[in-house]
């Protein structure tokens, strides 16, 4: 009876809102094509089983990384230290060596959340037979490659926010000191990066797949070029730069040259543009990622960085990641539309 | 009947250097069943694929439903049902789900996805196993949720690919006979390929040749018989017991209008080109032969077929 009472007002409220009331919630829910396909995209990631182990993956990750983090974080803040007054983004970045980090974590399992979400994308599509048929309905050939990142985008925005407040959350409890907004801020740009970074292999591995007409061959090369990027990358330039290295004597303009050129070939790796701009945003004290000169650092009072400073020291990096993003994007969304569709071949 | 729904003028498409569709003209009218029948890479998917505008023609002009495929592809698509060779489903989704999703790509309402796909399986037969994923499907039954998946968003042209392919006569037969029974009651324009002449002349007003990327003829079986085959329309087969072989083939020879005759195993094949069966039974019986077996046959696409498409594609009509 006293249900029943309770009911009946958030019954009549409900009749007032045509869409909420139950008797025209089915008629009047016509959603437009595209955000059917991107329902249905979301849905087969969230039930699939490979979903189920890469979350299953990131979440040991994070929570091995903010036990280390705060088994340690008691001993990385020293006393009159600058770092003091960010003593909430060390739940981030502590490690006493035997477990990465969460932001090492996610610059190393990230890529393979992206790289395992897309692979598959479009030739398992082919290879089903469903392609042309989903292709013959009235919508733009588009929607099927724009549904597919966007899907896939929003699991991972979610699934990559969901455990950074979770580990803030876990932290907060457990050292029982809020963070600043000028904290929270940083956590959430470093959030958003990270989205923005596996956005970038998952687009590499959307195009793989449109290229690749096996899902086994597309899933390698994604993997292959995070492999590439991770260990041969930085051992091919070490090779390449070691015979010019300059001789501890050598004037200093050519040592700056040698530094540069050094730092400049680094940044063609997607994983080192992320590894440099999470450390400058999370860690306040970094004020700057390139070589300086004497000069440049003559006079500076050690200090942490303002958050829009620290942001746009990094701006290179992060415009650099969206920038790969967006080119991967693009070449996907060229060769899906000029492609030639017919039955499973 | 007057109403033209597939037009095409002059079609070419190309891939490389290769002609694979050469200045097809075609008409179907409203409410036909046409085949468009052709052995294996003949071009017919790639007609189809132009027909739906979904691949882009090199030359030519087309109208489905009085609208050009290749600038307004979106509101063909919403009007022509196509169901493409070896069809595939989402196989981890219910029969009845994967139609649903189709409806709403076109933009149902999920109420009215539901009923129509409840109704629609009812009608295929596939009722009992619309809550079964279709990964489990035969493929027979994935051909039918094919048929099913097409006539979801209430087509007036449906475009079938290769329908038979890989599924045993009795479901060849109960798919046709759904195909000719759709059309009849709700008027559906039905183009459907094959390269299995049988089910193409057991169902279709008309039938088109397409081979090497030409239609060579096109009209019902005894007009494209008649154009095809001028001459030795009629063929008789009998068995006769006749002491001098020789003696039985030059009374058979004697008789008017017979072109040909040949001893094929046991049976004395005789091409002629008009109906001279009552002729040649009462000649046999003349010679003193013993006549224990005669029949007429008729030609049918089965001689047309290995004439133009077996015995080579560069065959001249003319």
């Known amino acids: 009876m006293l249900i029943k009472q309770l009911r009946e007002p958030i019954t009549r409220i409900a009749q007032c809102m045509p869409g909420l009331s139950p008797q025209n919630k089915t008629e009047r829910f016509t959603r437009h094509p595209f955000w059917v396909m991107v329902d249905k995209e979301m849905m087969d990631h969230i039930r699939s089983w490979r979903f189920m182990i890469l979350v299953a993956i990131v979440v040991l990750t994070c929570l091995g990384a903010s036990y ?41 399992l990230g890529p393979l959340l992206g790289i395992g979400m897309g692979f598959d994308a479009i030739n398992s599509e082919q290879s089903r037979g469903t392609l042309s048929r989903i292709l013959s309905q009235p919508i733009h050939r588009d929607y099927l490659i724009n549904a597919k990142f966007v899907a896939a985008l929003m699991v991972i925005a979610l699934l990559v926010f969901v455990m950074g407040y979770l580990v803030a959350g876990a932290g907060l409890i457990a050292i029982g000191i809020p963070p600043t907004f000028e904290e929270f801020m940083r956590i959430n740009l470093f959030l958003m990066l990270s989205v923005v970074y596996i956005a970038f292999w998952l687009n590499l591995s959307v195009l793989f797949s449109i290229r690749f007409r096996q899902a086994a061959t597309s899933a390698l090369s994604g993997i292959a070029v995070w492999l590439f990027f991770n260990l041969f990358y930085p051992l091919m330039l070490n090779i390449v730069l070691k015979p010019f290295t300059p001789s501890a004597y050598a004037s200093p303009k050519s040592i700056y040259l040698f530094e540069r050129s050094r730092y400049l070939l680094s940044q063609l790796m997607p994983n080192e543009l992320f590894n440099e701009a999470t450390s400058t945003l999370l860690m306040p004290t970094v004020r700057s990622v390139g070589p300086l000169t004497m000069q440049q650092v003559e006079g500076a009072l050690p200090g942490p960085l303002p958050l829009g400073q620290s942001a746009l020291l990094v701006w290179p990096q992060i415009t650099g990641l969206l920038a790969a993003t967006l080119i991967c994007f693009a070449l996907s969304y060229y060769l899906f539309v000029r492609r030639e569709i017919r039955g499973r071949s | 009947m007057n109403s033209l729904v597939i ?38 998917t790639t007609t189809i694929l132009m027909l739906m505008g979904m691949s882009e023609p090199h030359g030519g002009t087309i109208r489905v439903c009085g609208i050009n495929p290749v600038t307004h592809p979106l509101s063909v698509k919403r009007k022509v049902g196509y169901l493409p060779e070896d069809v595939g489903f989402y196989d981890d989704y219910s029969g009845i789900d994967n139609l649903v999703y189709t409806a709403r790509l076109n933009g149902q309402s999920p109420a009215q996805a539901r009923h129509q796909a409840e109704q629609l399986l009812r009608r295929i037969g596939l009722w009992e196993d619309a809550h079964k994923k279709t990964g489990k499907y035969s493929r027979g039954m994935r051909q039918r949720l094919g048929l099913a998946d097409v006539l979801m968003k209430s087509p007036e042209v449906i475009i079938l690919d290769e329908p038979t392919l890989g599924i045993d006569p009795t479901g060849v037969r109960e798919l046709m006979e759904l195909i ?42 005894p007009q494209l018989a008649q154009s095809l085959l001028n001459d030795n329309l009629y063929a008789i087969e009998a068995a006769i017991d006749h002491p001098d072989e020789k003696i039985l083939s030059d009374a058979l020879m004697s008789v008017n209008g017979v072109m040909s005759v040949e001893r094929r195993r046991d049976l004395f094949h005789i091409r002629t080109n008009h ?30 077929y290995c004439r133009y498409f077996e015995g080579g594609s560069n065959h001249d009509v003319n």
């Open chain 1, 68 to 108: 280390t983090a705060l088994l340690n974080i008691a001993k990385a803040v020293k006393p009159g230290d600058a770092d003091e007054a960010f003593l909430f983004l060390n739940l981030f970045t502590v490690s006493d060596g035997t477990l990465p980090s969460f932001v090492v974590f996610m610059g190393f």
């Open chain 2, 7 to 44: 037009e095409a003028e002059g079609l070419m498409k190309r891939y490389g250097s290769q002609i694979v569709v050469d200045s097809l003209d075609l008409t179907i009218a409203k409410g036909e069943v046409f085949g468009l029948l052709g052995p294996n890479g003949a071009g017919k």
């Open chain 2, 180 to 221: 000719v029974k759709l059309s009849r009651d709700e008027g559906i324009t039905v183009l459907f390929s094959s390269h299995h002449l049988h089910q193409v002349q057991q169902v279709c007003d008309r039938v088109g040749l397409f081979v090497g990327g030409r239609l060579l003829a096109q009209g019902d079986i």
């Open chain 2, 275 to 304: 109906d001279v069966t009552a002729v040649i039974a009462q000649r046999v019986i003349e010679a003193g032969g013993a006549l224990t077996y005669l029949n007429r046959v008729e030609y049918g696409l089965d001689e047309i």
